[in-house]
């Protein structure tokens, strides 16, 4: 058995083809995403990936929906979405398969 801990991963991301990495697989990408009320993201899309979120505690919106505890959102490729925490949030984010470079800004063209 190994240990790791969460605040030693780099925004979260602790399996997927990056370092570091707990477990290093190009099949699927796994973080746990802690925001503060007003954080916010751009609104990105990826061509490859499909990108599900489920949010553990806290309010989020994106592409002007609300979300919060309980909530899975799914975003599948070639859809866009913007991020923001109304509330302090703690999400879990899961991207499948891990495509490295496949996060793109704005709208898919």
Known sequence: MKNYKLDEMIRGWFVGNFE?????????????????KGDAEEKHHHKIAIEITVIISGKVKMNDMEYSKGDIVVIYPGEATDFEALEDTISVVVKLPGANNDKYLGECQ
């Open 20 to 36: 570091p990495s707990i477990f290093k697989t190009n099949d699927v990408e796994v973080g746990v995403k802690e925001y503060k």
